[in-house]
């Protein structure tokens, strides 16, 4: 929610801001703003609602003078509609300073009511200037930027990442950060702000991440950090692991299409380096220890969304390879429910942005109770594995689309290779049956290629014929079920049709009411290998909303005869063992989602009122 970047160098303010911002729309699309400090030393803005485009569009039309300093935001709005007057930058009462915000600020309402109280007067609906009135006055009584802004968010409640700039103080821009992203980006002889380090890789991979409650101060040559009570803080620098072209769209029609081209090496580069002898060793499992890990009585996998989802497919193979109860939970729902934690307990987060706030503040919780806690996350130097007692990165490389795909098999890895590694070290499995699974992990990336290459042509095909489609239905039953829900949620959230994931089990409880004739439901089918396959139980759901006069569209392995008489689709995909199917069975719901918005004339790559990370709760 909101993507925020600061520069301090050469007189190339405006484009290196418009370069991050580019980079980071998928936090936010609302409108962009931009402030510069010109070598006048004047503070020049331009803020436009709309796309980032919008605004490009009118400073080449009306050029705004360039600087040394300057920051640039682009907007998820809260506070105030999308308009021109509510985005950000916004100016204190002087017009001098400049100031963005990614977050929410609490007690704006009696902050503004002390302000208007006191004779200021306010241009827009947002909290967020009220920050920016509030840092105006501190420095005209102190004369020191960094000063003004501590003494400022010491009075702010809620989530925030603020940036601050000062005409007086050219070469100067001060960060702060409670909840909400912030990173550092180390030049030579300039020095970068981002909500994360996509704001800035172009210039440097290079970075230093901002702790919680903390201020940082970038000049060309120096940078500062201190906590909210000015005591100095020292920073780590760490190196990003991937290169500007990683977030760029390098040819593809959108950020969707080619993050689901690289959802083979998402897993292949998840399974990297984490494999010895056969058998899964995660040395990021050092800080819990082995015995800690032996010794667990209940797992809690926290998340949101489609990292939820990933979280139901873990449940199930950590509970089959680890025999320990697992749970999964919403991390909002979690949080606000008094559970039960004790030392006993691994709470696992996932999250890909390692941002979503309703994460955090359940990692905050689950620490505070005792808890152990695991996250698996893919953005490095993000605030939940900042504040998690360990953490397995998913390397899945940056992912723009807000609707998650690469992160989501890649979190399924992540979480499998969890499950090996807990059966290792508890002696629930033999050391070959834990080399049998890792073998077939192993081979899910090119069995996802091959998915790639049969059937995107298909279900392209598939998805142009149903763009007057109203509403999908989709089932599954055991793995298929998350399988289920998580191609409703991307039906949902990219061609915005209405869809719904049930397991197909539930059917005749409920949801077999919604079939009428022609109601379009997509099966994903186990294969019928297994003896202990579900498969004949999803023929019999199949043959039953049949009768009602469904169109069904089977998603089932190569060869299933079974499902032919039956289905008016069949999307086929590699043979594959039954906990490892859904790696393969969501591939093609990938593309059905992103193929039907693109042919409803969709932007599949930022979807109506979304934003990537949802910083707020
Ligand atoms: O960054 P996170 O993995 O924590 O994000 C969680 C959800 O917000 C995210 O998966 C969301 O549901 C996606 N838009 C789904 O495509």
């Given at each position: 929610m909101c993507g925020i970047v600061g520069y301090v160098g050469d007189n190339k303010s405006i484009e290196v801001l418009l370069g991050g911002l580019r980079r980071l729309e998928y936090r936010g699309y609302d409108?962009?703003?931009?402030?510069?400090?010109?070598?006048?030393?004047?503070?020049?803005?331009?803020?436009?609602?709309?796309?980032?485009?919008?605004?490009?569009?009118?400073?080449?039309?009306?050029?705004?003078?360039?600087?040394?300093?300057?920051?640039?935001?682009?907007?998820?709005?809260?506070?105030?509609?999308?308009?021109?007057?509510n985005a950000h930058p916004h100016l204190s009462a002087d017009g001098k300073l400049a100031l963005i915000h990614n977050g929410i600020i609490e007690n704006f309402a009696e902050l503004k009511q002390e302000l208007v109280?006191?004779?200021?007067?306010?241009?827009?609906?947002?909290?967020?200037?009220?920050?920016?009135?509030?840092?105006?006055?501190?420095?005209?009584?102190?004369?020191?930027?960094?000063?003004?802004?501590?003494?400022?968010?010491?009075r702010l409640h809620g989530a925030f990442t603020l940036l601050v700039m000062h005409e007086d103080q050219p070469g100067v821009v001060v960060g702060a950060r409670r909840n909400s992203p912030l990173v550092i980006g180390l030049g030579d002889g300039e020095n970068f702000l981002g909500s994360d380090v996509a704001a800035f890789v172009e210039f440097t991979r290079r970075a230093v991440a901002i702790g919680q409650d903390q201020i940082v101060t970038i000049r060309p040559d120096s940078v500062e950090v201190i906590d909210f009570g000015g005591a100095p803080v020292e920073t780590e620098e760490f190196d990003v692991a991937w290169d500007a072209s990683a977030s760029e769209k390098g040819g593809w029609s959108s950020f969707m299409a080619k993050e689901i081209s690289e959802e083979p090496e998402a897993?292949?580069?998840?399974?990297?380096?984490?494999?010895?002898?056969?058998?899964?060793?995660?040395?990021?499992?050092?800080?819990?220890?082995?015995?800690?890990?032996?010794?667990?009585?209940?797992?809690?996998?926290?998340?949101?969304?489609?990292?939820?989802?990933a979280g139901m497919l873990g449940k199930y193979a950590i509970e089959a390879w680890a025999r320990v109860p697992v749970d999964v939970e919403l991390s909002h729902e979690f949080r606000y429910r008094d559970p039960i934690l004790t030392e006993r307990?691994?709470?696992?987060?996932?999250?890909?942005?390692?941002?979503?706030?309703?994460?955090?503040?359940?990692?905050q919780h689950a620490t505070a109770a005792g808890a152990r806690v695991l996250s698996v996350c893919n953005t490095q130097g993000a605030t939940i594995p900042r504040e998690s007692?360990?953490?397995?990165?998913?390397?899945?490389?940056?992912?723009?689309?807000?609707?998650?795909?690469?992160?989501?098999?890649a979190q399924v890895t992540a979480l499998y290779l969890i499950g090996l590694h807990l059966a290792g070290v508890r002696g629930t499995l033999t050391d070959d049956q834990i080399r049998e699974n890792v073998v077939e992990l192993q081979a899910i990336p090119d069995k996802i290629a091959e998915v790639l290459s049969v059937s995107q042509a298909e279900i392209g095909q598939l998805a142009h014929?149903?763009?007057?489609?109203?509403?999908?239905?989709?089932?599954?039953?055991?793995?298929?079920?998350?399988?289920?829900?998580?191609?409703?949620?991307?039906?949902?959230?990219?061609?915005?049709i209405h869809a719904?994931?049930?397991?197909?089990?539930?059917?005749?409880?409920?949801?077999?009411?919604?079939?009428?004739?022609?109601?379009?439901?997509?099966?994903?089918?186990?294969?019928?290998?297994?003896?202990?396959?579900?498969?004949?139980?999803?023929?019999s759901n199949i043959q039953e909303i049949r009768a009602r006069g469904a169109r069904v569209i089977a998603i089932a392995e190569k060869g299933d005869a079974a499902v032919l008489p039956f289905a008016d689709e069949v999307i086929p995909i590699p043979l594959a063992g039954s906990l490892f199917e859904p790696l393969l069975a969501v591939v093609p719901l990938h593309i059905f989602g992103m193929e039907l918005a693109s042919a409803k004339g969709l932007d599949v790559d930022q979807p109506r009122n979304l934003a990537k990370s949802v910083t707020v709760e």
């Open positions: 409108s962009a703003g931009v402030a510069v400090i010109d070598s006048e030393g004047h503070i020049g803005t331009r803020k436009r609602a709309g796309k980032l485009q919008v605004l490009v569009d009118d400073l080449e039309d009306r050029p705004l003078a360039n600087g040394a300093t300057g920051i640039g935001h682009t907007r998820w709005a809260t506070h105030g509609g999308p308009t021109d007057r109280e006191s004779g200021a007067t306010f241009t827009s609906e947002t909290d967020t200037e009220v920050a920016a009135l509030l840092v105006g006055r501190e420095y005209e009584s102190t004369q020191d930027l960094t000063e003004a802004l501590r003494r400022v968010v010491a897993v292949g580069n998840t399974i990297l380096g984490r494999v010895h002898d056969g058998l899964v060793k995660l040395a990021e499992l050092d800080p819990i220890g082995d015995a800690a890990l032996a010794d667990l009585d209940r797992i809690v996998i926290i998340a949101c969304g489609t990292a939820a989802y307990t691994l709470v696992i987060s996932i999250s890909q942005s390692g941002e979503t706030m309703d994460t955090l503040v359940a990692v007692q360990a953490v397995v990165y998913t390397h899945a490389g940056p992912e723009v689309a807000v609707a998650s795909t690469k992160a989501f098999v014929w149903m763009t007057d489609t109203q509403s999908v239905l989709f089932l599954g039953r055991n793995v298929g079920y998350p399988v289920a829900l998580e191609g409703a949620l991307k039906l949902k959230e990219l061609a915005y719904e994931g049930f397991a197909a089990g539930e059917l005749k409880h409920g949801p077999i009411a919604l079939i009428e004739p022609g109601q379009a439901v997509i099966v994903v089918v186990p294969s019928p290998r297994d003896p202990n396959s579900l498969h004949p139980k999803v023929i």
